[in-house]
């Protein structure tokens, strides 16, 4: 059954879970700097960028930085 409430609130705390991810543990700290490394690598200098809102938008933050 189509429950708005439970889908809103699964993708809120979705989202919670996903940011911390890549800060609670050295795993998750090294594959954020991982996937840094490999955008800085191979993305261009400048341009635009699209988030697809795959995930909380903490890659897309730090490349707006």
Not at 2 to 14: A, I, M, Q, R, S
Request: with cysteine.
């Amino acid at each position: 059954m189509y429950d708005p409430k439970g889908l809103k609130d699964y993708f809120n705390d979705y989202g919670e879970r996903e940011w911390e991810r890549l800060e609670k543990s050295l795993h998750g700290r090294v594959h954020f700097e991982v996937t840094k490394h490999i955008l800085r690598r191979h993305l261009p200098g400048e341009g635009h960028l699209l988030d697809a809102g795959c995930g909380p938008g903490r890659y897309a933050i730090h490349l707006a930085e």
